[in-house]
């Protein structure tokens, strides 16, 4: 039997499940509130200051190179460290831990104030009038990113101990604040972007400071203070900063071809584009929700178990977790991508320019890029990131240059997004052989289930969209594409995708139901 067969029998698989039923219980509450927040703050802002304050903030997250890479480092390394059951190597992961959040907080203050400011004021394609608010919100940008940083050794913590019910909880709770920023935004009578930035700064304080006290008051180890005696390992420190310093090159690569290719749309077509990309951004953000909760579930155990010398347990949760992932996006991304303007228009009302194409090449590249997340996952867990950062990198970064010379030749902004798809859809095969000789993992194993899931995906899409010809009112339409889809993918994951240990705990549950 496959070592996937049992996962469901094992105390880590019902931990698994678990953690996995509370992120989604988390993620549709968040979704709910997320697209009634989505359709205020876009009537509130207008389409033209929605695309300011998208492109002005995309500048801090692009700074964001180096700090998302080590935040990756420090959940990684806490992961190992539980694993290996070395709690005072533990605490000493999470005091070093703090020391490179703040340190990299003063770096991307200072280039905030620098380059950040520089560049909003001489080079971003924005109205005149509206030039005083866009530097506010450079500004809010960067405290909410400071704050956000400052508090990720504590989420790190949380998600490692898998106390995942903490999690859905603090983060319905931030729901719900923003959904009261929607609101006051609508009331307020003061420049609407200025407000808006200052709010959202508020509800990250509010939201990290109770990350912070949850953990100082269950884990010992998130107490101890930077300036005690022997508290801060200094070749720990180190070790950390080398590990991310590889991880930042896939990190950088990524930003820059988001990030960097916003602000590329905003010097090229200006903010109205932006607007629209905008809208494809928080439908890629919902999507990765989804993913990440998969995700999320899966990391640490994908980290302990290969720490305690398990590869089979742990070979068996990249599977699961990509297969998983996978499903979940395609079950969204096929009627959405099918119907996405009367979806956007039912959502949005007024639907800015670009946006029904901006998301559906959206669900492409990040079903794309979501589906080998596990892979990463694998190899952070191996430590031995200097190869894979190098030759994911160096291919993954021609996505901006690529784009920036389409764009500088007369090609439509949409062309950014096929790019990406191309190249990332290259780089994910390296990403199998590459875990194949880090990890020894089971490379030809792992290339059929994708073969499988693309032959789960095409027949679905296509009947989907057959059926869709049919219906002439757009409600019905909708439903049809949509319950087709659904049934269709249900039908042949459960007959392709599922392996056989699988399909008798799908028959068993459901026969007890």
Known sequence: MMPSDNLHTSSHG???????????????????????????????????????????????????????????????????????????????????????????????????????????????????????????????????????????????LIITREKMGVFAGVSILEGLLKLLVAYLLYLSAGDKLIVYALLMLGVALIVRSIY??????????????????????????????????????????????????????NIFFGVLVNAGRGIANQVEGIFKQFASNIMLAFNPQITR??????????????????????????????????????????????????????????????????????????????GKVKKYALLTASVSLLVFPVSWLFFHWGFPPETSYVVFAIVYGFVFLMKIGLARSLAAFPAKRYAGLLLRLVLVALPAFFVARWVGTLCTGTLWRLVAVTLTSTVLLVFLSFCLVLTPGERVYVVKKISRK
């Not at 698994?16 to 359709?39: D, E, H, K, Q």
């Not at 492109?55 to 998302?68: H, M, P, R, S, Y």
């Open 14 to 156: 019902i931990r698994i499940a678990r953690n996995a039923m509370l992120l989604y219980a988390r993620m549709l509450v968040l979704l709910v509130v997320g697209l009634f927040t989505s359709r205020i703050v876009l009537s509130a802002l207008g389409v033209e200051d929605f695309g300011i304050y998208t492109a002005v903030a995309g500048v801090v997250v692009l700074f964001n190179v180096l700090t998302t890479a080590v935040s990756s480092a420090i959940s990684r390394y806490m992961a190992f460290e539980l694993g290996r059951g070395d709690f005072q190597r533990l605490k000493r992961v999470f005091v070093a831990s703090r020391m490179v959040q703040v340190l990299l907080c003063l770096l991307l203050v200072v280039l905030t104030q620098t380059v950040g400011l520089w560049f909003v004021n001489t080079r971003m394609n924005l109205p005149p009038d509206r030039l005083e608010a866009a530097r506010w919100v450079l500004e809010c940008a960067m405290g909410l990113m400071v704050v956000n940083l400052l508090a990720v050794p504590y989420n790190a």
């Open 212 to 265: 912070v006290v949850y953990c100082h008051r269950y884990y010992a180890e998130s107490r101890g203070s930077l300036f005690e005696r022997d508290a801060l390992d200094r070749g720990l420190l180190r070790e950390m900063f080398s590990f991310a310093g590889w991880n930042t090159l896939g990190t950088s690569a990524f930003l820059l071809n988001t990030q960097g290719v916003n602000i590329l749309q």
């Open 305 to 382: 178990s290969y720490a305690a010398e398990d590869k089979d347990f742990c070979f068996a949760l990249v599977f699961r977790a990509s297969k998983f992932t996978s499903l979940v996006l395609l079950l969204l991304a096929i009627p959405i991508g099918l119907e996405t303007e009367t979806l956007l228009r039912l959502w949005l009302g007024q639907v800015p320019d670009y946006s029904v194409l901006f998301v559906r090449l959206t669900l492409l590249c990040t079903w794309i890029d979501m589906t080998s997340n596990a892979l990463y996952q694998l190899v952070l867990a191996t």
